[in-house]
Structures are given as structure tokens and as C-alpha cells.
């Protein structure tokens, strides 16, 4: 029979609890990672979802100016000869307003739709001019945003300044 010889001083049991500890520590710090991992994964979707309600509000937005649009288009009045020039001038005046509003309201619809194009491409939420991520408080309060604050507030100083 074969014995098995044993380590002087039983150093063989000392090796195995200090290997054991070894593997706990770093099971430890790579289980520390996977939380923050998780917790950044949690973030993520949180950020997702609220795009996602975003997207929503974007496309009810959208449908609405669509309907208001078809709305207004059907009702704009005739053309029609006043016999007072001051009513003839205030109709015209009235149909021109009403024209540029829903030439304001066209150019929103093309911003909706970028914006629900970037949200199905993944490329919604970030700055076009850094490149940095756009807060979501940002992107609530103007969902057709393309700058981040900072960004649009220094764009918006170089505008005062060519003004000026």
C-alpha cells in the first residue's frame, strides 16, 4: 500500500487555506464589478425607457400637428374681394399669420420625425456638435433637442454676437 507522506508542520493545509482566501478576495472584487456592471446595465435601461415615453409623446405630437395642419387647410378662407380695403388688408393679414404658422409647425414635424429616427437608430441623445450625452431632463423638456446645454448655450452666445 502506498502512504501518502504528509508536509512537515502541515504546511500542505496552510497553502490550501491561503489559496482558498486568494480566491475569495478576487471572487470579491470581480462580484463588486458585476454590481456596478448591473447597476450601469439598470441605468442604461432606465435611460432607455424614458426615450421610449419619449418616442411616444413624439409621434402624438406629431399626429396632432397632422390633424390640426389637414384642419386649418380646409378651412383657410376663399379668396374673396371685401368692399372695404381695411377688411380685404386684415384678411390678408390673417391668412398670411395663419400660412406661417403652419410653415413653423411643418418645420417641428421635420424635427418629430428626425428625432423618432434617432431614437429607432440608437443615435438619439447625443450632442451633434461634442458628441457628449445629452441629459435626459434636457430631453424631456425639449425632445427635438440636438444639442446638449452646453453647446446650445455657446451656439446661442455666437448668434448675439453676430447680431450685435
Known amino acids: 500500500m502506498a502512504t501518502k507522506k504528509k508536509s512537515p508542520g502541515g504546511t500542505k493545509g496552510k497553502k490550501s487555506s491561503k489559496s482558498t482566501t486568494k480566491k475569495?478576495?478576487?471572487?470579491?472584487?470581480?462580484?463588486t464589478k458585476r454590481c456596478?456592471?448591473?447597476?450601469?446595465?439598470?441605468?442604461?435601461?432606465d435611460r432607455e425607457k424614458i426615450i421610449q415615453e419619449i418616442r411616444k409623446r413624439l409621434v402624438e405630437q406629431k399626429e396632432k400637428l397632422l390633424q390640426e395642419a389637414e384642419t386649418a387647410l380646409n378651412s383657410l378662407p376663399?379668396?374673396?374681394?371685401?368692399?372695404d380695403l381695411g377688411d380685404q388688408a386684415s384678411?390678408?393679414?390673417?391668412?398670411?399669420f395663419m400660412l406661417r404658422l403652419r410653415g413653423r409647425?411643418?418645420?417641428?414635424?421635420?424635427?418629430?420625425?428626425?428625432?423618432i429616427e434617432?431614437?429607432?437608430n440608437g443615435t438619439y441623445g447625443i450632442c451633434e456638435v461634442?458628441?457628449?450625452?445629452?441629459g435626459i431632463k434636457r430631453l424631456e423638456a425639449r425632445p427635438v433637442?440636438?444639442?446638449?446645454?452646453?453647446?446650445?448655450?455657446?451656439?446661442?452666445?455666437e448668434e448675439k454676437l453676430l447680431e450685435a
Open 36 to 45: 456596478s456592471e448591473a447597476k450601469e446595465n439598470k441605468k442604461i435601461t
Open 78 to 83: 376663399e379668396e374673396s374681394a371685401f368692399p
Open 130 to 134: 461634442c458628441g457628449c450625452e445629452i
Open 145 to 157: 433637442t440636438t444639442m446638449c446645454i452646453d453647446c446650445k448655450t455657446e451656439q446661442e452666445e
Open 118 to 120: 434617432k431614437i429607432d
Open 91 to 96: 384678411a390678408e393679414i390673417d391668412k398670411n
Open 105 to 115: 409647425e411643418q418645420k417641428l414635424i421635420k424635427k418629430i420625425e428626425l428625432a
Open 24 to 31: 475569495r478576495t478576487t471572487t470579491k472584487k470581480k462580484s
